[in-house]
């Protein structure tokens, strides 16, 4: 919408979770979408509860589906982006990469979560950190890196440092350009009046979700209860 505002052409391509959802190339907030159902067992919307089969068979599409690619080419054909600047791409196909590499258009990828390294996205398995990849994670990186490979002008930014320092870790992200960009979202104006207080208060906003280290959290402020004065607050 910034862009937008700032005299730029922009369009959306994302997933719809009923073929009845989508929509190509409408208007949609000044904003050309593709809104698209994607060719997969199960939507992105209903990972957390399928498993086995079901699962091997999404990733496989997710990689290697030439469907991915012909959607990836309607698109680009309809809209001749100058620039193309990914956010989350499971889901639409990894593949899709290398349509874009083959135009020559310059592509950025903000670095949201571990993806390029991890199908589940996360490191995170079984309740507790990834130390290392394991072989379907391994096997799904390699594919990631080639379809990288495919992009002649690639660079990288995320919001966290994190993140861009661990997957650097797993795969060459130094042989791109790369940036470590905060989120410049700016907080809306508060409602309620701030009131002094000796109480030191904490607020924990996200998914409620052992990944988050909500545990590390609570065995870190626990010693602190018998000294200290404060109050946490969890939202999810």
């Not at 990631?144 to 861009?164: C, D, H």
């Not at 060459?172 to 979202?185: E, K, S, T, Y």
């Not at 104006?189 to 545990?215: A, D, I, M, Q, W």
């Amino acid at each position: 919408a910034w862009l937008h505002a700032n005299g730029h052409e922009i369009a959306v391509l994302t997933t719809a979770p009923t073929p009845a959802d989508e929509v190509r190339g409408a208007i949609v907030d000044d904003l050309k979408v593709w809104r698209v159902h994607m060719p997969r067992p199960y939507t992105v919307f209903e990972a957390a509860q399928k498993g086995g089969l079901q699962k091997s068979v999404w990733h496989l599409q997710d990689h290697f589906d030439p469907r991915n690619e012909r959607i990836m080419r309607q698109v680009l054909d309809e809209f001749s982006p100058d620039l193309v600047s990914i956010h989350v791409l499971q889901g639409l196909g990894w593949n899709a990469l290398r349509v874009i590499g083959a135009r020559n258009i310059p592509v950025v990828i903000t670095l949201h979560d571990l993806s390029l390294a991890c199908v589940r996205m996360a490191m995170f398995g079984d309740g507790r950190e990834c130390e290392r990849l394991c072989a379907p994670c391994a096997v799904s990186s390699r594919a990631k890196l080639a379809f990288l490979r495919s992009v002649p002008r690639l660079g990288f930014v995320s919001p966290s440092l994190a993140i861009l320092r661990r997957l650097s870790a797993l795969q060459p992200l130094q042989r791109w350009a790369q940036a470590h960009i905060l989120n410049p979202n700016k907080s809306p104006t508060p409602t309620v009046e701030r009131s002094p207080s000796r109480t030191v208060r904490f607020l924990y906003v996200g998914r409620l979700h052992e990944s988050k280290g909500l545990y590390v959290l609570l065995e870190a402020i626990e010693p602190l209860a018998a000294r200290h004065e404060f109050k946490l607050t969890l939202v999810g």
